[in-house]
Every structure is written in structure tokens, then in C-alpha cells.
């Protein structure tokens, strides 16, 4: 940890583990921002984008991804101990991503059905958020991120403020947007009600349910909108609208466990 | 006697005409994404002709039926979003190179609008946001002006689904006021009568026949079987007593169980009308733009303060919502928050129904007398720059800067009373005003987050937003004569300060005059030069701390144990209390023991604020907008609210 002067800009990394680029591509994304971002901060590491490297340290560092191999728990906690504010951006990063519905399944039976010569992987049995690794400062939430909440995070880390990231459901943002609720004009399960605000209500506002990237919202009641969810749904319908890229967020984690559990026992049968 | 007129069915096109000339744009009910909604319409065709709805909890289905035009139940969302949108600008700040402010408040500029097939319920809606918003004692000039800039052309209800109850709460489904126009269908046509001048121009130059008894007849037929459909009643006599005598009924928890606590509720209700001030700044924070947007007390952050949430559990903020809109709204606005719309049954994700849960809840009672409260004009965007004098460190994480206003209308503030302090960058501050003296406004804050360290490390010369006074501040003319008994914990010595400055101006109209003082450390204690000047003046000052170092020769514990000897059963006293809730709690406790009883103790609360004016809903406690109405208040009114938790 190095102290800064006043007249040097914050140092930035941006670096990924396991996971698709999405999120960082979204810093790209902000594209009119870019600029006035690089007179900002001083971005010192992100390949995506640069072939210039650095170990740090750094003041902020944006991590995409979870951890799915050995060697990236191992990294992560070097990332660590070389930043004062590590960001964790993107549903991967957040609760484990799409990737983590194997911490559900019988690892070694799922790596043998994917790979011919399985003995050549040599990835853990989970992949898991940063946050059970090491501290997190903060967090970005969605697949992939929105780009106004990156930009507010940005700003807010500058201004020296709390960055302005709501914690209401999607229902709020799709009501103030004036969208007809596809819940319940049109029975398309939404799992709206339970997940976290921050992308806009994109899905709902073309007529598709939420799938829930942002993950849980604060003391989403997910027992009791799962049993609403079954009433008229076929079984273990309800299970498989949690088991997706935020299914292995605490709150998701007990149905979507019972839909990867459900798909193994369809495929042994 | 209103004169009814028939409006045949081919001439519905020439009434839209005729309410889009003088440029309005007439918003109509229209299918879209599998339910009607208000939009703009053009003609006739635009509206759900042959298209009826089935509402349900958490359903709503359209269907096929009939070819009339307006043979639908309230919309999916009510006409809140074109009187009260979601989002709407408040102000800009900006602060330029050598510190200055700068503030450029939205100026209302309404559309001019038609709203066309306008349902009882719905004008009710109107109706009760006109009390919240535009009838004092703030008003939101945004809403007024859009209000007033709009017609409302009526359409009484023929038919009634399984979640309307407007009958129940005597706001339909007769239309009987807040129209311009209001119309009956019929098979043929419309029954039609004006309900203002300009209605009347309107219906005039259609140059309609007056409508037959027969027809007349029809329409009251029809809108009489719209009340003898409606579903589940709602029994309202002493509906306001009743509920609040059930602020502890094992239901809260229970509905708890099913409520998501998603705001659908909130979104879709006609009067709600809560709100939070959002930001957006540049990358510098240099400019920032203020919003006021749609929020919902079942939210999160709504009703989080630094300390924590005062609503934490989803039973709380159910409680809140439904006492309020049926109970605490009848104190605060003179009539029930809710219209019998409906709209927040259907549209919950998981079907509940305040119908029953209020059968369930509450049994019968006597309504309660209604205050009157003046109309005072006002804006949550109306800062003005204010320049800092100096900035003086009490404690290692708190000072106090001196403030100058533009004007003197911020020097009138009164003891007890704060302000909003906007710095461009960060959300605005609800402070208290510690000291008014030489033409300044001492603010003493502490940096409890970023926004209030960033306020107090603003230079010399720098400026700030301030908006106020707010709220209600100490009763000293309640002490006059009296013994005073001032209890202060931590940072609550700032607000109580400009009292201890009032009642050592005029020391004789009081009698003795007592300060209790506790703080967590010695290093805590603010003022400390004050604390020792005071007792000179004859106030005798009490001092103790939680944890003490070496150098500390006083005394050490809790606040209380400075008061728990004392008597004044045979003297007349008042005391003044502010400090943690909790540390409040016991002060009244311990006070009432010693002869202090509720009517002359007051105390000061905190809630989360955004607007301070008792517009944006966040600080609401049972009847209390603490903003507006506090936050000093005596123990007296709080009654059994005070203490409580979660509410």
C-alpha cells in the first residue's frame, strides 16, 4: 500500500478471473465517459483494453469473475493485499456466476461428462464470489453490469461519496418506468419482486420476465414467492427460474440447488 | 340541477376534437402489452372498444366483451404518472472555481392534457394528492401546475370487478366532483353533463340534444349495478381507531410471511406519494442535478438514517403502509389514503388483498377529529447559496461552521429548528441549527459519512445550499416561570443549544435552569468552553461520560444517573431532551419519576429525511411527518409511539 498525493490520479486495474469479459467491456462501453475517465484516473491495468501491464498497487481495482481454480484463490488474495478499494463487478464476481451452479452438482460426474480426459482439468469443485475469499469494498451487481452504475461508482469513488446504487426491486423501477407488470397481465414468471434494481427493468420492459443477473434484493422473500410461483407451474418449475447467473447467491441458493439436483437425477434416469 | 345531454356513440370522435383543440393532448385508456393503460389517443378507434377486463389478485386478464368503449376497470396505473411522474428535476447545483454555489431550480412547465374516461376512484385518487401535495401546508408547485393545467372528462363505472371497493370507501362509483365533463355509456351513446365552466363551453359547442328519461334512467341503472357488483367490502366506521389499536397484532408478522416487500403496491396506488431525492453529478461532482423520484416505504434505504433503519423488518414497513393509507392519512390530510381502487390487489405479485387482511386485522370504533394546518409555499429544490464564514473543530470528528445566508429569512430560525444543506456532489443534509448570532447560522456536524465529512471540510469561503427553517422547534413559551431541565446526549448539545442561548437572554422568566450532559468520552464533549462559561450565567451544568481516561475527574456512566435524585414534584418544571433514542427513552422515564410529566417533556426526534417539508413521505411516524410537524414534539402527543420499534 503506497501513500498518494493529492495531484496523482487514482490508480485503476481492471482484471478478470473466471468469467466472459462482459462486465469490463462495459468500461469500454461508456464510450463519450472514456476520455474524461482517462483524465480522471489513471488506469494502469486492463488487458481487455491495453497491452501495458502492472502489478499495482492499486487504489481501485475492478475484479470480474469468480474463483473456479486454484491458482485464482490464489491470486485473489495477492490482488487483495496490493489495493486499498477492490470492486467486485458482475454476477460472476457477486455471488459466482452462471459457472457456479456445479457447487450443486456431483463435480467429478459433471467434469467426466464434459471433458474426454477429465484428469486434465484442474479446476476446483466450486466457484465461488470474491467476497468469500477476501474483503470487498463494494459491489457492482447484473450480467453484465450497467454502465450508469460503473460511471456513478466512478464518479462517487472521485467526489469522495457514497456512490447512489439502489437496493429496491426491479418492480420499482419497472413501475416508475410506466411498464405493464408481464407477471401478472400475462402470467410470464418475473422474478422481478425478489431481485435487486440497478439494470433499468430491461427484460420487463420487453415483455420478458427477469432472470434475476442483479440477484437477490435485501431480504428477498424468495420462500414465499416460490410457493405463489409453483401453484399453477409444473414441478420443479419454479426451482430452475433461481438456478441461473445469480443462483448460487445465498438467498437463490436452496431452489436452484434443487434444480441442478433435479436435472442429475433426470439424466442418471 | 345539471343538465344531462346524449352524446350519440359516432360523436365520441368530435368530443376528442373538441378537448384537443387549444393544443391539449387527450390522454385516453388504450390496450397495450396485455392490459389498458392511460396514453395519448387520437380518436375513438384509440380506445379498448370490445375489450373487458378480469382483475384478480395478482391477475389481470383482458378479454373480449361487448363493443362498448369503456366497459374496463382502472387501468394498470393510474393517472399519478402525468400529475406526479416518476422522476421529475428538482434543482442544479454547481460550484465553481473559488467555491461559490450556484442553484437553477426546475421551473414547473406542465402539459396541457385532456384525461379522457376517468373513473370515480381515480378523481378520488386525484383528489386526496391535491390534500398532500397542493393543499398545503407545502406545496409541490410541479403538481399544482400540472393539476392545473389538465380537463378531466369522466366516465362513470357501468360495471365493477372482483377487486373494486369504492363503494366501500365513498368515492364511487357516482362521479361527484373534480370533473370538467362526466359521461355514462350506454349501448348508443353517452349520458353527458358538465361539471365546471369550461366543461360546459365544451358540451355547449357539441350543441347536444338533452338526453330522454329513458336514457337518464339507463344511466343510473348502470352505475347503480356497478355498486351492488363490487366484491369484498371494507368496513370503514372507526376503521382509523381500530387499526391503530392493532399496532401489535401477531397479523403483521404473518402477512410478513407473504409480503415481498416489492413496492408494487406503492407504485400502483393513486395517492401515494412518497419520493426520494435522487442524484446524478459529473465525474469532478462539480454539477449536480437533483431528482425527485417515485420511492416506496417498503424499500430498503427509505427509512435508513446513519444509526440504522427505524423500519428494519418487512412487518414494519407493512404496518406502516397500511396504517398509514387507512389510518394515520385520516390524521394528517382529513381523509383515507385509500380509494378502493384495487389496484394494489391485482397487482401483487402474490395476491394480497387489503381487504381482508384489514377484516382480519381490526373491530369498530370512533374516527378521530381532524387538525387544520396552514398552506405555506414551498419547494424540496429551493436552495439558496450561503457563504462559510469559519469552521471551527469541536471534537476530532465534528465542527462547527458559521454560515452566512443571502437573505434573513434563514436568520429567523427558531431553537431547535434545521435546515437542508446541499453541497453539489452529494446528497442534500437535514442539520440542525446549533446557534443564530451576528448575522450567521451556526451548523455543528459531524462527519458521520461522506456527505457530512465532505460539509465540514469545506474552507472558509466556500459556499453551501441551505434551504429552511424546518420543522417545529422547542415551545419555550411552555417553561416560562418554570424550572428548565435541558438533557442532552453525544451531538444532541447542538440542538438544544440555541435554547440554552434564548433562555440565558431572558434568564429571569425562567427559573432554575439545569443542563444534563452525557457523552461517550471526555474527547466527545462539545463546546467544552461553554460547559465550563454556563454555570456563571446560572445554568448549573451536569456532566457525564460512558468511558473516561485519566485526566477525567468527573463523573461516569449514563445520563440518567445525573437526574435520578432529583425532585421537582413541588416545583413547576419543563424539560427539553434530545440525544439517542434510547438514551431518550430512559431520560423520559427517569424525568416522569421525578415529577416532570409527559405534557411539558419534549423531546427531539430523527427520521430519515430528504425533503423536510412532509412531502416525500420518508420520515412519517404514525400521524407525524417529523419534518413538519416536529421534530420537537412533547411525549404527550407521541403517546405510545414513542419508543417503539419499527415504526
Known amino acids: 500500500m503506497t501513500a498518494r498525493t493529492e495531484h496523482q490520479r487514482p490508480r485503476v486495474g481492471v482484471v478478470k478471473l473466471a468469467s466472459c469479459d462482459g462486465c469490463q467491456l462495459t468500461l469500454l462501453d461508456l464510450e463519450d465517459q472514456l476520455l474524461p475517465i482517462l483524465g480522471r484516473f489513471d488506469l494502469i491495468e486492463f488487458p481487455e483494453a491495453s497491452s501495458l501491464r502492472s502489478h499495482g498497487p492499486y487504489d481501485i481495482l475492478l475484479v470480474e469473475g469468480s474463483v473456479s481454480t486454484a491458482e485464482q484463490a490464489a491470486e485473489v488474495v495477492d490482488l487483495r493485499s496490493r489495493t486499498r478499494m477492490l470492486v467486485t463487478i458482475g454476477a460472476c464476481a457477486t455471488?459466482?456466476?452462471?459457472?457456479?451452479?456445479?457447487?450443486?452438482?456431483?463435480?467429478?460426474?459433471?467434469?467426466?461428462?464434459?471433458?474426454?480426459?477429465?484428469?486434465?482439468?484442474?479446476?476446483?469443485?466450486?466457484?465461488?464470489?470474491?467476497?468469500?475469499?477476501?474483503?470487498?469494498?463494494?459491489?457492482?451487481?447484473?450480467?453484465?453490469?450497467?454502465?450508469?452504475?460503473?460511471?456513478?461508482?466512478?464518479?462517487?469513488?472521485?467526489?469522495?461519496?457514497?456512490?447512489?446504487?439502489?437496493?429496491?426491486?426491479?418492480?420499482?423501477?419497472?413501475?416508475?418506468?410506466?411498464?405493464?407488470?408481464?407477471?401478472?397481465?400475462?402470467?410470464?414468471?418475473?422474478?422481478?419482486?425478489?431481485?435487486?434494481?440497478?439494470?433499468?427493468?430491461?427484460?420487463?420492459?420487453?415483455?420478458?420476465?427477469?432472470?434475476?443477473?442483479?440477484?437477490?434484493?435485501?431480504?428477498?422473500?424468495?420462500?414465499?414467492?416460490?410457493?405463489?410461483?409453483?401453484?399453477?407451474?409444473?414441478?420443479?418449475?419454479?426451482?430452475?427460474?433461481?438456478?441461473?447467473?445469480?443462483?448460487?447467491?445465498?438467498?437463490?441458493?436452496?431452489?436452484?440447488?434443487?434444480?441442478?439436483?433435479?436435472?442429475?437425477?433426470?439424466?442418471?434416469? | 340541477m345539471v343538465t344531462e345531454r346524449f352524446l350519440p356513440r359516432a360523436d365520441l370522435d368530435r368530443l376528442i376534437a373538441a378537448l384537443a383543440e387549444s393544443g391539449r393532448t387527450v390522454i385516453g385508456p388504450v390496450v397495450r402489452d396485455g392490459a389498458v393503460a392511460y396514453a395519448p389517443i387520437a380518436a375513438a378507434a384509440d380506445l379498448p372498444v370490445g375489450w373487458t377486463d378480469v382483475q384478480a389478485p395478482g391477475s389481470y386478464r383482458l378479454q373480449r366483451g361487448g363493443d362498448r368503449m369503456f366497459d374496463i376497470g382502472p387501468p394498470a396505473q393510474g393517472l399519478k404518472r402525468y400529475t406526479f411522474p416518476s422522476r421529475s428535476p428538482l434543482t442544479v447545483a454547481e460550484r465553481d472555481a473559488d467555491g461559490g454555489v450556484r442553484f437553477t431550480p426546475a421551473i414547473p412547465d406542465p402539459p396541457r392534457l385532456a384525461f379522457l374516461g376517468v373513473r370515480a376512484c381515480e378523481i378520488a385518487g386525484l383528489l386526496v394528492q391535491d390534500r398532500v401535495l397542493a393543499e398545503g401546508p407545502f406545496v409541490d408547485e410541479d403538481y399544482r401546475a400540472r393539476r392545473d393545467a389538465a380537463l378531466v372528462v369522466a366516465v362513470q363505472c357501468t360495471r365493477a370487478g372482483s377487486t373494486c371497493f369504492c363503494a366501500s370507501m365513498g368515492t364511487g362509483p357516482e362521479v361527484t366532483g373534480g370533473h370538467d365533463i362526466v359521461l355514462t355509456e350506454l349501448d348508443d351513446g353517452y349520458v353527458a353533463a358538465s361539471g365546471s365552466v369550461e366543461g360546459d363551453r365544451i358540451l355547449a359547442r357539441l350543441g347536444l340534444e338533452a338526453a330522454t328519461a329513458a336514457q337518464q334512467a339507463d344511466s343510473a341503472a348502470g352505475v347503480a349495478s356497478a355498486r351492488t357488483a363490487q366484491g369484498r367490502a371494507v368496513a370503514t366506521e372507526g376503521l382509523r381507531d381500530r387499526l391503530m389499536d392493532q399496532l401489535d397484532s401477531p397479523r403483521w408478522a404473518e402477512i410478513a410471511d407473504r409480503c415481498l416487500a416489492c413496492s408494487n403496491c406503492t407504485m400502483v396506488c393513486p395517492t401515494c406519494f412518497c419520493t426520494s431525492v435522487g442524484m446524478e453529478s459529473d465525474l469532478d461532482g462539480a454539477t449536480t442535478k437533483l431528482e425527485r423520484t417515485w420511492d416506496s416505504c417498503f424499500t430498503g434505504d427509505f427509512a435508513r438514517v446513519a444509526g440504522g433503519n427505524f423500519r428494519p423488518r418487512r412487518q414494519d414497513r407493512y404496518r406502516q403502509w397500511l396504517t398509514h393509507k387507512f389510518a394515520t392519512w385520516v390524521d394528517q390530510f382529513g381523509t383515507s389514503g385509500c380509494v378502493g381502487c384495487g389496484r394494489c390487489i391485482t397487482w401483487c405479485p402474490v395476491g394480497i388483498d387489503v381487504r381482508e387482511e384489514l377484516s382480519i386485522i381490526a373491530p369498530p370504533y370512533e374516527a378521530a377529529p381532524l387538525t387544520e394546518l396552514p398552506v405555506i409555499a414551498g419547494s424540496p429544490g429551493a436552495y439558496v447559496p450561503a457563504t462559510i464564514r469559519s469552521v471551527t473543530p469541536?471534537?476530532?470528528?465534528?465542527?462547527?461552521?458559521?454560515?452566512?445566508?443571502?437573505?434573513?429569512?434563514?436568520?429567523?430560525?427558531?431553537?431547535?429548528?434545521?435546515?437542508?444543506?446541499?453541497?453539489?456532489?452529494?446528497?442534500?443534509?437535514?442539520?440542525?441549527?446549533?446557534?443564530?448570532?451576528?448575522?450567521?447560522?451556526?451548523?455543528?456536524?459531524?462527519?458521520?459519512?461522506?456527505?457530512?465529512?465532505?460539509?465540514i471540510a469545506l474552507p472558509p469561503g466556500a459556499q453551501l445550499g441551505l434551504r429552511g427553517p424546518l420543522g417545529r422547534g422547542w415551545p419555550i413559551e411552555r417553561a416560562v416561570g418554570r424550572d428548565v431541565v435541558i438533557v442532552a446526549g453525544g451531538i444532541g448539545l447542538a440542538p438544544v443549544r440555541p435554547l440554552i442561548d434564548a433562555v440565558l437572554r431572558d434568564r429571569r422568566s425562567f427559573g432554575r435552569l439545569v443542563l444534563a450532559y452525557g457523552a461517550r468520552t471526555p474527547a466527545d464533549r462539545l463546546y467544552v468552553e461553554e460547559l465550563g462559561a454556563w454555570p456563571k450565567l446560572d445554568l448549573e451544568v451536569l456532566e457525564i461520560v460512558d468511558r473516561a481516561g485519566p485526566d477525567?475527574?468527573?463523573?461516569?456512566?449514563?445520563?440518567?444517573?445525573?437526574?435520578?435524585?432529583?425532585?421537582?414534584?413541588?416545583?413547576?418544571?419543563?424539560?427539553?431532551?434530545?440525544?439517542?433514542?434510547?438514551?431518550?427513552?430512559?431520560?423520559?422515564?427517569?424525568?416522569?419519576?421525578?415529577?416532570?410529566?409527559?405534557?411539558?417533556?419534549?423531546?427531539?426526534?430523527?427520521?430519515?429525511?430528504?425533503?423536510?417539508?412532509?412531502?416525500?413521505?420518508?420520515?412519517?411516524?404514525?400521524?407525524?411527518?417529523?419534518?413538519?410537524?416536529?421534530?420537537?414534539?412533547?411525549?404527550?402527543?407521541?403517546?405510545?409511539?414513542?419508543?417503539?420499534?419499527?415504526?
Open chain 2, 394 to 455: 469541536e471534537t476530532a470528528d465534528t465542527s462547527t461552521l458559521v454560515i452566512e445566508p443571502p437573505d434573513d429569512a434563514l436568520l429567523a430560525t427558531r431553537p431547535g429548528q434545521f435546515v437542508m444543506v446541499e453541497q453539489p456532489g452529494f446528497p442534500p443534509l437535514p442539520i440542525s441549527v446549533s446557534r443564530v448570532r451576528d448575522g450567521a447560522l451556526w451548523l455543528t456536524i459531524r462527519a458521520a459519512g461522506p456527505a457530512t465529512a465532505a460539509a
Open chain 1, 95 to 269: 455471488s459466482g456466476g452462471i459457472q457456479a451452479l456445479r457447487n450443486a452438482a456431483d463435480e467429478p460426474a459433471w467434469r467426466a461428462s464434459v471433458y474426454p480426459e477429465p484428469q486434465f482439468i484442474s479446476s476446483l469443485a466450486t466457484a465461488t464470489p470474491i467476497a468469500e475469499h477476501v474483503v470487498v469494498d463494494a459491489e457492482l451487481r447484473g450480467c453484465p453490469i450497467a454502465p450508469d452504475q460503473l460511471l456513478e461508482l466512478l464518479t462517487a469513488l472521485r467526489v469522495g461519496r457514497r456512490p447512489q446504487l439502489p437496493v429496491e426491486s426491479v418492480c420499482q423501477a419497472c413501475k416508475r418506468a410506466g411498464n405493464i407488470c408481464v407477471l401478472v397481465s400475462d402470467g410470464i414468471p418475473c422474478l422481478g419482486p425478489v431481485t435487486q434494481a440497478g439494470c433499468g427493468a430491461l427484460c420487463p420492459a420487453y415483455g420478458r420476465g427477469c432472470y434475476a443477473c442483479f440477484g437477490p434484493r435485501e431480504e428477498a422473500n424468495v420462500p414465499s414467492f416460490h410457493g405463489w410461483l409453483s401453484r399453477d407451474r409444473a414441478p420443479g418449475e419454479a426451482d430452475r427460474l433461481f438456478a441461473g447467473f445469480t443462483g448460487w447467491a445465498p438467498n437463490f441458493r436452496e431452489p436452484a440447488t434443487r434444480a441442478v439436483v433435479a436435472i442429475e437425477e433426470a439424466d442418471d434416469a
Open chain 2, 552 to 647: 477525567w475527574l468527573g463523573r461516569v456512566g449514563i445520563v440518567t444517573q445525573l437526574l435520578d435524585q432529583r425532585d421537582w414534584r413541588d416545583r413547576a418544571a419543563s424539560a427539553f431532551v434530545v440525544g439517542p433514542e434510547r438514551m431518550m427513552q430512559a431520560t423520559v422515564a427517569t424525568l416522569a419519576a421525578g415529577g416532570i410529566p409527559a405534557e411539558r417533556t419534549f423531546v427531539s426526534l430523527e427520521r430519515h429525511m430528504e425533503c423536510g417539508i412532509g412531502l416525500c413521505g420518508h420520515c412519517q411516524m404514525g400521524p407525524f411527518f417529523i419534518c413538519r410537524d416536529g421534530p420537537v414534539f412533547a411525549v404527550s402527543e407521541l403517546g405510545d409511539l414513542f419508543g417503539r420499534e419499527g415504526i
